[in-house]
């Protein structure tokens, strides 16, 4: 082989070795993404969900947010809801976002925080229901779970 030859042979590897690191940590970046945008869909279906339930009168299998007095257990909540827990009482599964992620759900004070965590996700997500606040639903990223109308 001539010299032109090498040198275009060790160049074509080069091109495909940068064009092959390229595409592996472009497809990283989009999983991580997609993780994100899955924590985030499922949050805020949950809150919806809890927005539906609350608009519903007690009579018809709704809840109260506004009794401050009492509570309403979170496990109660997610079976209200219709959810299946994960293997702690105060936990739902969260698809698409990774193989252990999940969201809590917290419900306090007349208003509910739906705390979604996954560890291919770049951010936890927290989205927050309080029928009182304007608006209703206000989603907070970051780690850690935090009240968004605070």
């Known amino acids: 082989m001539g010299q032109q030859q090498l ?5 074509s590897t080069v091109i495909v070795g940068l064009a092959t690191v390229a595409g592996i940590q472009a497809f990283s ?10 924590l985030v869909q499922r949050g805020t279906s949950i ?23 009492s509570d ?11 959810y299946e827990n994960l293997n702690d009482a105060d936990s739902v599964a969260a698809q698409g976002a990774g193989s252990s992620a999940g969201c809590g759900i917290n419900a306090t004070g007349g ?10 996700a770049p951010q936890d997500v927290t989205v927050g229901f ?21």
């Open 7 to 11: 040198l275009l042979l060790v160049l």
């Open 29 to 38: 970046e989009n999983q991580a993404q997609a993780s994100q945008d899955a």
């Open 47 to 69: 809150a919806s969900d809890v927005q539906g339930l609350a608009g519903k009168p007690s009579q018809m299998g709704g809840i109260d947010l506004s009794d401050t007095d």
């Open 72 to 82: 309403i257990a979170s496990s109660k909540l997610i079976s209200r809801l219709g």
């Open 111 to 120: 208003s509910v925080l739906v705390h979604c965590r996954s560890p291919d």
């Open 130 to 150: 309080d029928p009182t606040a304007d608006p209703k639903v206000q989603t907070e990223f970051g780690s850690g779970e935090k009240n968004p109308f605070d």
